[in-house]
């Protein structure tokens, strides 16, 4: 008897060891799929924002028809196909970690809407207009492991959030190459209202997601290359408190502007915008051709390429830059489009920090120009570690990591002065507040249809 019931319990425990291992299996697999899909994305907005720059030379003009109906169709296309997929991605991310009825979470990280995510914001670089795809690509991380999750039939919500958080971080690890980063953003943003540990199911999702995009890539790189600039303590110390003022000024009133339009305009524009939104949207198109003009095109696209030449030193910067591009990313936030704030936010912050340079003849420009991006980017998202571990290890570049630190968390402080709340989180809650409206009418559409 005893021989039969330790048999009985060695199978029993094999079946359940078999079962885990399974589970894990499949989530590993699902976190290579988090990498593929930022890879193809990433090539997918590089070659659509190569085009964009190809139209541009080929004629400046003709971007005043291709920007207005580009945007319009990406409006419409929006809301007939894709409703959910506007806007950033990691307000919804961050909504979908609060919300209780799993049935609206696996509504809004649909892989429907991750796709439509990943095609609207392409045609939105292709059209020019001032977006990212690194905030989608969360959003798009989160939905695959989502649909992973439900697929091993996670009925525990805590087990099911920790799965979506994962895949959000791998979403950031694998778009911009930065593991650390990608851990340091689920903690620091994507989980800073609720209770969430690092767990080994985030870290190894980050590793197999950044280590295959990596592979598909063809091998290690950095976002901006290697910049091997450093800040001693000292006078060059003018650049700290210069960036982070100007960072957390520019970043904070940024983000005001964000939550308020977020809101609704007022008057007669607000009145458009919600009752005509694809004119709306192609009227801003035309704002933006305006814009990419009197820039010669530079207000276009992600920014990546300005930003990185400032790194370089291989281009001066110029305030109209900055104006321009701030301008232009705030009015395509307003289109209503999918796109995301994070590579626009990273080249307005380095136009700051190469107009500072240009007052500090005796310190790097390439230093004061992270010091730039990680204030003005720790100024917008209000995350002062995840901004300087995303400069950092874009740049690759770990001497100066006292100053980007003291810089993050200066424009982070003058930031909160200006804007109180952190603007994804206030976002996320007006995002889960239309949630709400939309299925308090959805159910009063439903009791009146059984009266």
Same mark, same amino acid.
């Given at each position: 008897?005893?021989?039969? =019931? +330790?048999?009985?319990?060695? +199978?029993?425990?094999?079946?359940?060891?078999?079962?885990?291992?399974?589970?894990?299996?499949?989530?590993?697999?699902?976190?290579?799929?988090?990498?593929?899909?930022?890879?193809?994305?990433?090539?997918?907005?590089?070659?659509?924002?190569?085009?964009?720059?190809?139209?541009?030379?080929? =004629?400046?003009?003709?971007?005043?028809?291709?920007?207005?109906?580009?945007?319009?169709?990406?409006?419409?296309? !929006?809301?007939?196909?894709?409703?959910?997929?506007?806007?950033?991605?990691?307000?919804?991310?961050?909504?979908?970690?609060?919300?209780?009825?799993?049935?609206?979470?696996?509504?809004?990280?649909?892989?429907?809407?991750?796709?439509?995510?990943?095609?609207?914001?392409?045609?939105?670089?292709?059209?020019?207009?001032?977006?990212?795809?690194?905030?989608?690509?969360?959003?798009?991380?989160?939905?695959?492991? =989502?649909? @992973?999750? +439900?697929?091993?039939?996670?009925? =525990?919500?805590?087990?099911?959030?920790?799965?979506?958080?994962? $895949?959000?971080?791998?979403?950031?690890?694998?778009?911009?190459?930065?593991?650390?980063?990608?851990?340091?953003?689920?903690?620091?943003?994507?989980?800073?209202?609720?209770?969430?540990?690092?767990?080994?199911?985030?870290?190894?999702?980050?590793?197999?997601?950044?280590?295959?995009?990596?592979?598909?890539?063809?091998?290690?790189?950095?976002?901006?290359?290697?910049?091997?600039?450093?800040?001693?303590?000292? !006078?060059?110390?003018?650049?700290?408190?210069?960036?982070?003022?100007?960072?957390?000024? $520019?970043?904070?009133?940024?983000?005001?502007?964000?939550?308020?339009?977020?809101?609704?305009?007022?008057?007669?524009?607000?009145?458009?915008?919600?009752?005509?939104?694809?004119?709306?949207?192609?009227?801003?198109?035309?704002?933006?051709?305006?814009?990419?003009?009197?820039?010669?095109?530079?207000?276009?696209?992600?920014? @990546?390429?300005?930003?990185?030449?400032?790194?370089?030193?291989?281009?001066?910067?110029?305030?109209?830059?900055?104006?321009?591009? @701030?301008?232009?990313?705030?009015?395509?936030?307003?289109?209503?489009?999918? $796109? $995301?704030?994070?590579?626009?936010?990273?080249?307005?912050?380095?136009?700051?920090?190469?107009?500072?340079?240009?007052?500090?003849?005796?310190?790097?420009?390439?230093?004061?120009?992270?010091?730039?991006?990680?204030?003005?980017?720790?100024?917008?998202?209000?995350?002062?570690?995840?901004?300087?571990?995303?400069?950092?290890?874009?740049?690759?570049?770990?001497?100066?990591?006292?100053?980007?630190?003291?810089?993050?968390?200066?424009?982070?402080?003058?930031?909160?002065?200006?804007?109180?709340?952190?603007? @994804?989180?206030?976002?996320?809650?007006?995002?889960?507040? +239309?949630?709400?409206?939309?299925?308090?009418?959805?159910?009063?559409?439903?009791?009146?249809?059984?009266?």
């Amino acid at each position: 008897m005893r021989r039969r =019931n +330790r048999i009985t319990h060695f +199978r029993r425990s094999a079946r359940m060891r078999t079962s885990q291992w399974r589970r894990t299996f499949i989530f590993w697999a699902g976190a290579i799929t988090v990498g593929i899909a930022a890879w193809l994305f990433a090539r997918a907005a590089d070659y659509a924002s190569s085009l964009c720059m190809g139209l541009q030379h080929w =004629n400046p003009y003709v971007m005043f028809a291709v920007i207005p109906s580009g945007l319009a169709l990406s409006m419409w296309l !929006t809301k007939r196909f894709f409703p959910g997929a506007q806007g950033s991605g990691i307000p919804q991310t961050i909504a979908t970690l609060h919300i209780e009825d799993f049935s609206l979470v696996n509504r809004i990280l649909a892989l429907r809407i991750a796709v439509g995510k990943v095609c609207m914001t392409t045609l939105g670089l292709l059209c020019g207009a001032s977006i990212g795809r690194e905030g989608p690509t969360v959003q798009v991380g989160a939905a695959i492991m =989502n649909a @992973y999750s +439900r697929f091993l039939g996670h009925a =525990n919500v805590s087990t099911r959030r920790g799965v979506i958080l994962a $895949g959000g971080a791998a979403g950031v690890a694998a778009a911009f190459n930065t593991p650390l980063a990608g851990i340091v953003f689920a903690i620091e943003e994507l989980a800073s209202s609720f209770q969430q540990r690092t767990s080994g199911v985030m870290l190894t999702g980050v590793v197999l997601a950044g280590v295959t995009a990596i592979v598909l890539t063809g091998g290690n790189y950095t976002y901006f290359g290697h910049a091997s600039v450093d800040v001693p303590v000292g !006078t060059a110390w003018i650049a700290v408190l210069a960036c982070g003022i100007l960072g957390g000024l $520019g970043g904070g009133l940024f983000s005001t502007i964000l939550i308020r339009v977020g809101k609704g305009l007022p008057g007669f524009i607000g009145s458009i915008q919600k009752n005509r939104p694809i004119l709306f949207t192609a009227l801003c198109g035309i704002i933006l051709a305006m814009l990419g003009f009197a820039s010669h095109g530079d207000t276009f696209g992600t920014g @990546y390429v300005q930003a990185h030449h400032l790194v370089a030193g291989s281009r001066h910067a110029h305030m109209s830059y900055f104006l321009m591009k @701030y301008a232009a990313t705030i009015i395509s936030y307003c289109s209503g489009i999918p $796109g $995301g704030l994070f590579a626009p936010s990273l080249s307005i912050g380095a136009s700051v920090g190469g107009w500072v340079a240009r007052f500090l003849p005796h310190t790097a420009p390439g230093a004061v120009v992270l010091l730039g991006m990680v204030g003005y980017f720790s100024g917008v998202v209000q995350s002062p570690l995840t901004a300087t571990v995303i400069v950092m290890e874009m740049c690759d570049n770990q001497q100066i990591t006292l100053a980007l630190l003291a810089t993050a968390f200066l424009a982070f402080g003058v930031s909160r002065m200006v804007c109180p709340h952190s603007l @994804y989180g206030r976002l996320a809650d007006q995002f889960m507040a +239309r949630q709400e409206g939309y299925l308090q009418k959805k159910h009063e559409e439903n009791k009146q249809s059984k009266d």
